[in-house]
């Protein structure tokens, strides 16, 4: 959806180095959020955001931090990047009035940490 | 410990043969049940939620039914282009603002020809 739009698509890198991955959104939604992607495992909730003030962890928050820049920008960072963080990272926005439920997902980011 | 199975993990079908893939789950109660499309290179996309046992939704192709303890997407005359992996998720009921979807790992749809 190019509502909500993630950088980089694609990213190889080594382990211990420090990385940001990057969520815009222009769909005017307050809420937004970071899932991962692993096969056999399905998508995890790592962080969310409600607004600007208010971040929240998920079920696997631990080796990453999350920034809300904005209302329409949610980066994720991995301090110290580990190969078993190499998965497929997804950012979605939902709306208050439909709930937390009908979320909007971003095309996602492939990381490799060798 | 709430859980959610999706079965098969994969499933070949023939154009227009109609099909059922299935999700099961187990959790502390059910605040809704929610069905993603998947293509591949791509986020997943909302398809339908269902809050409580007995409810359907449709669209187009796709029909999808609620039980106590399960719901299907089924899939009626499915074309080429239905193929894609199919993603079903809970939202427990854990009182308060209740902020999480458990994902089950997907049914790999093929349609062939």
């Known amino acids: 959806d190019a509502d909500v739009t993630q950088t980089p698509r694609n990213r190889i890198t080594k382990t211990g180095k420090r990385i940001m991955l990057e969520c815009s959104q222009t769909k005017g939604h307050d809420r937004m959020y970071w899932y991962r992607q692993d096969p056999g495992l399905g998508l995890r909730l790592i962080y969310y955001?409600?607004?600007?003030?208010?971040?929240n962890k998920g079920e696997i928050s631990d080796g990453y931090s999350v920034s809300r820049q904005a209302q329409a920008k949610f980066s994720l960072s991995l301090e110290s990047a580990i190969p078993n963080q190499t998965a497929l990272y997804f950012c979605?926005?939902?709306?208050?009035?439909?709930?937390?439920?009908?979320?909007?997902f971003g095309p996602g980011t492939r990381l490799t940490v060798l | 410990e709430d859980q959610v199975t999706q079965s098969p993990e994969a499933l070949r079908l023939q154009e227009g043969e109609s099909s059922s893939l299935n999700c099961s789950y187990t959790?502390?109660?059910?605040?809704?049940l929610f069905w993603y499309r998947q293509d591949p290179g791509k986020g997943p996309e909302f398809l339908f939620t269902?809050?409580?046992a007995g409810e359907e939704k449709e669209k187009e192709r796709l029909k999808a039914t609620l039980t106590k303890k399960e719901s299907f997407l089924h899939i009626t005359a499915p074309k080429p282009e239905d193929s894609a992996t199919y993603l079903c998720a809970v939202r427990p009921n854990y009182g308060g603002a209740t902020n999480k979807l458990i994902f089950g790992t997907g049914t790999l749809l093929a349609v062939q020809p």
């Open positions: 269902l809050y409580s």
């Open positions: 959790v502390s109660g059910l605040r809704g």
């Open positions: 955001s409600f607004d600007v003030k208010d971040i």
């Open positions: 979605a926005t939902s709306d208050p009035p439909r709930g937390f439920n009908e979320q909007f």
